[in-house]
């Protein structure tokens, strides 16, 4: 076997033995019923195929102590347990176990009626350590109120184990209420709840663990989740420190010891170990590089965790199989925990033990989860995340024959879903190859953080394998539709990128995204994304000052890849906002970045003239100026032509229209795989 160590057995207890070291780490999902119940929900909808997919354990995050705004999961009455019992089972199944992670944001929850969040100590807007609304000013917990917290999250575990659920995770990680008393970032307190020493910023936890171990079945595990480390911020917790915490968990019956990590400052990553090299790692970050780019941020610590304890400790952050194999190999952890790659693909531990990783969809980490963050979550490359039962895959009952024309990602979904389900699918492509612009995207945007391309690997890998007929640098016409006589047709054919009408936009000077695909098309097919965007450091045949027509993803992405090739870049939008199309996360880092590279960003004003000298605009009160600049790149939003399909519409008798076909609003990956998934589905 290829990952021995992976898919060895571990005990937590005697009566808790997972069948492999692949554990589901808790994530909210905003998927459960609207009153916190867990039955017939989609949320168990999602952790029951997470199961089946052949994790040892999920945990399931988001579990709410007390009435909160938002879709948690509900352990705060009784009336839940029916329904927490009805999750289990589906889940114990597939010999799987499941656990509960409690949630309290503390100082991040907002503001209710105008009452301030609680945590460890009070702190001002000036000494919080991240802008509202991630954390907010605080008011500090009387020790009445510590005790209800206490009383609420032993409450919980009890219901989670009158659930039939496997154990619970204390959840003393992140920004949220528990680690805003170990973290010196939040705690100030002078009583016996300060973090003058261990003893005191644990009690907390220990208070909890002594009750919640009265309470339960001596078989309900116990583990805590804690910050290894924390990042930007005075008081941030050390890892000396975190060796410490991990001691005191230990001894207060911790079972098991989840390592993860915290970064604030002007752009936090928070809880995510991966978002924060875009565009560039902040300074006090530089350091951290190595184990991003080793065995992830947080396995540091892990492993220095791991020789102070006894108990199993996990790791988590940007896993492989490769990776995870070497991870537990080294002796640096014990368990590996997958968030978002589970979502990605709930199946991926089955495809590992059978041998078949072209197989799995990889995480792109794109931040599309967590945009925005108080939503139902989706994932970009798993359409089907908590709509597992919506868009279901089963074979169709009528075998059709389909013509799907666009081999982009949104195409080459709708074959690949559609053929799955016993169509007759033949995929058309006008170019000599498939994947649309993604390996332009892929390197305009950088392989390090977002990575496009496993997508489109997984793609073309599974169009081959289930035997998709494929027909290259083939342009349908009505004609060419007519003379095949589908039942369906398809139109998942990019739509033109918009290109102002203004004099002199056909100069030398100009650069479309057309221009810029065919230019790009030899050499990214010769060299691939991430070794031309290496090579675009050295010559890119772009002037010096450049102005970039266009403020959405398009132009702000290529003003970020224009930038760390050494050019003045000016972005001129038309519109009020900028910026549209980019996940909150990777937006939150751009602003600041743009700043302080000096790229300017000029909302309402319009491009009237390209001349020798650069482009005239026009601001909003009518302000006219030239931007004096070598080039100009127009990186605008795509524009629907519906033309071709209502050509059809009268003689075929399904016609959809999916993906950047639809449009700008439609013309994102997210967007493109969401429809392919659907219409195959449909179908
Ligand atoms: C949308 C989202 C929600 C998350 N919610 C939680 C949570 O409720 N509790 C928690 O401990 N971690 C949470 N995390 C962090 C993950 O558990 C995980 O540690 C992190 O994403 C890194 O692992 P990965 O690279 O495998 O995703 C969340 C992460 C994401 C992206
Ligand atoms: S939405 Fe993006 S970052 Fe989130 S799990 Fe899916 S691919 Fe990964």
Known sequence: MKYPKLFSPIALSPACVLKNRIVKTGQSTWRWNQDGSAQDSAGEDLYENIARGGAAAVIIGGCAIEDTPGIYLGLWDDKFIPGLRH????????????????????????????ALPISSSSLGLDEIPMKPPLANPCREMTLEEIREKQRQ????????????????????????????????????????????????????????????????????????????????????????????????????????INVAGYGYGEAPFRYCPDYFPYP????????????????????????RIKKAVSVPVITAGRMNEDLAEKILEDGDADIIGIGRGLWADPEMPRKILEGRPEDIVRCTRCASCEDPVTQ??????????????????????????????????????????????????????????????????????????????????????????????????????????????PDAVVIAASSEYAIPEIPGIHSSKVFTIKGLSRLAALPLRLFGPELLAKLSHIFLPVGKRVVVLGGQIEGVQGAVFLKKRGRDVTIVEEGENWGAGIPERYFQRIGPWFRRKNIRVLTGTKAE?????????????????????????????????????????????????????????NGLLKHALHDGRAVGCRI
């Open 87 to 114: 999750l289990a089972d589906k889940v114990h199944k597939y010999d799987c176990r499941i656990f509960a992670q409690f949630h309290h944001s503390g100082p991040a929850a907002w503001p209710r009626l105008g």
């Open 153 to 256: 999250i032993v409450e919980a575990c009890v219901r989670a184990d009158q659930g039939g659920f496997d154990g619970m995770e204390i959840h003393v990680a992140h920004g949220y209420l528990l680690n805003s008393f170990v973290s010196r970032v939040w705690n100030h307190r002078t009583d016996e709840y300060g973090a003058q020493n261990v003893e005191n910023r644990t009690r907390i936890v220990r208070e909890i663990f002594e009750e919640a171990r009265r309470r339960c079945r001596p078989g309900f595990v116990l583990g805590v989740r804690m910050n290894g480390r924390e990042y930007g911020a005075d008081g941030a917790i050390t890892l000396e420190e975190a060796v410490e915490n991990a001691r005191a968990f230990e001894a207060m019956g911790a079972q098991f």
């Open 280 to 303: 560039d790692p902040e300074d006090f970050m530089k350091p951290y590089m190595e184990a991003y780019r080793g065995k992830g941020l947080w396995t540091d610590s892990a492993s």
């Open 376 to 485: 139902p979550r989706i994932c970009r490359v798993n359409p089907s995340l908590g709509r597992e039962k919506e868009m279901d895959m089963s074979p169709a009952a009528t075998k059709k024959k389909v013509m799907v024309i666009g081999g982009g990602p949104a195409g080459m979904e709708a074959a690949r879903v559609a053929a799955l389900r016993g169509h007759e699918v033949t995929l058309y492509e006008k170019t000599g190859a498939l994947g649309g612009r993604i390996r332009l995207a892929s390197m305009i945007k950088g392989c390090e953080v977002e990575n496009v391309m496993p997508i489109y690997d997984y793609l073309t890998t599974q169009l081959r394998k289930i035997a998709v007929t494929v027909k290259l640098n083939t342009t349908v016409t009505r004609e060419l539709v007519l003379r095949e006589k």
């Open 609 to 665: 003239e390209i001349t020798k000298e650069g482009v005239r605009v026009r601001s909003a009160d009518g302000k006219v100026s030239v931007l004096s600049c070598d080039s100009v790149m127009v990186l605008m939003p795509q524009v629907a032509s519906h033309a071709f399909a209502e050509s059809l519409k009268s003689v075929i008798g399904e016609v959809h229209e999916i993906g950047s076909a639809l449009g700008a609003d």
